[in-house]
């Protein structure tokens, strides 16, 4: 709780208390956005812009303005003693008092000061923390939203991949089925039709023992004859008279 000072907000009335004690009325001033802790701030003129209606009220020139904040204050003077002893004279309880209190509100006004200022300080801190705070949360959703659209990526590219996958099998059953298409339409030569089964007729006049010379008896064939598109494999046994193989 302030000692020294008021700062009431303005409502739009003339009459403003002045609840704090003081010693001379010239002690007392009226500023608009004032700092206690450093001290400025736009003094209103007394006589001009406000005047005393008792010593524990003042009247303002101009209503105050709402939400406007006013600061009453007391400063008192700490630079020169309100009284001065002299010797020889015996001090008086008023001089005693004035004395003890021009000490006293002075410190008081300090005391007031300083608090000021560690609240100020506080705020400030809170501000900071609460700005840290923010730029974490904020740092935290960025890192939340990049991860996200790292995922959708990763999804997208998923789905291309299949995407590309089902196309290039597709495109080869096209591929095959144009094969199949073409085969189809293309005609066969007598030799193509009738070289499996003259294959299969020449084996069934094979006889004797594989490894003998000769083995067995079949069709004579000229030697290095070959049926276009069958190995000697698929029609062996077929030999020559001689025993040796086509």
């Known amino acids: 709780m302030a000692l020294s000072y008021l700062q009431p907000v303005g409502n739009g009335t003339n009459i403003l208390s002045v609840t704090f004690p003081y010693l001379s009325r010239e002690h007392v001033k009226v500023y608009t956005g004032y700092d206690v802790a450093t001290g400025a701030g736009t003094e209103l003129v007394a006589g001009l812009d406000w005047t005393w209606l008792s010593d524990t009220s003042i009247w303002t020139t101009v209503p105050s303005a709402h939400g406007v ?51 100020g300080l506080g705020a400030s801190a809170a501000a900071a923390n609460a700005a840290a705070a923010n730029a974490a949360a904020s740092a935290d959703n960025a890192a939340t939203q990049a991860a996200a659209a790292i995922a959708s990526v990763d999804v997208a590219t998923a789905a291309a991949t299949a995407v590309t996958t089902t196309a290039n099998a597709a495109s080869s059953a096209a591929n095959a089925a144009v ?47 070959a049926f276009s598109g069958i190995s000697q494999s698929d029609y062996y046994p077929i030999h020559h008279a001689s025993g040796s193989f086509c």
């Open 69 to 119: 904040v006013l600061t009453i204050i007391r400063k008192t003077p700490s630079d020169a003693r309100l009284v001065v002893w002299a010797k020889g004279s015996p001090p008086t309880p008023t001089d005693l008092n004035t004395s003890d209190l021009q000490n006293l509100y002075a410190v008081q006004e300090q005391q007031d000061r300083n608090d000021s200022a560690i609240i």
């Open 179 to 225: 094969q199949i298409a073409t085969a189809a339409a293309t005609p066969q030569s007598a030799i193509q039709v009738l070289e499996p089964l003259q294959v299969l007729v020449n084996a069934a006049f094979s006889v004797g023992r594989p490894g003998a010379i000769p083995f067995g008896v079949g069709p004579v064939l000229t030697p290095g004859t």
